[in-house]
């Protein structure tokens, strides 16, 4: 079966920084557009980021443009969210998305397969 799998999530003081990996595995990756999302408790999983199959076009949530980076290394079968200047209200379970219909999109509905995702604290 198809498997993401995030990491180097953790708990961090504001104004730090992470970097999330999420390594896929039984796909085709470069035929995927890949996406983060995040879901904080009570809330519903928001899209953060996404990154199109050629590592061209990127697509960011409002709230973290100009502080996410994302990119990927198709060679490594890998995405990448590179987070800084964090904030307490970064603080939510990222889960890491493949899209095998869209490029680079926004929407939850476009995304085909998810990871298990991995914790961000960030703490004031």
């Known amino acids: 079966q198809v498997q993401l799998v995030e990491s180097g999530g953790g708990v961090v003081q504001a104004g730090g920084s992470l970097r999330l990996s999420c390594a896929a595995s039984?796909?085709?990756?470069?035929?995927?557009?890949m996406g983060w999302f995040r879901q904080a408790p009570g809330k519903e999983r928001e899209f953060v980021a996404a990154v199109s199959r050629s590592g061209v076009t990127t697509n960011y949530a409002d709230s973290v443009k100009g502080r996410f980076t994302i990119s990927r290394d198709n060679a490594k079968n890998t995405v990448y969210l590179q987070m800084n200047n964090l904030k307490s209200d970064d603080t939510a379970v990222y889960y890491c998305?493949?899209?095998?219909?869209?490029?680079?999109?926004?929407?939850?509905?476009?995304?085909?397969?998810w990871g298990q995702g991995t914790q961000v604290t960030v703490s004031s």
């Open positions: 039984r796909l085709t990756f470069n035929r995927y557009a």
């Open positions: 998305a493949a899209d095998d219909e869209y490029t680079a999109s926004g929407f939850r509905r476009d995304y085909e397969y």
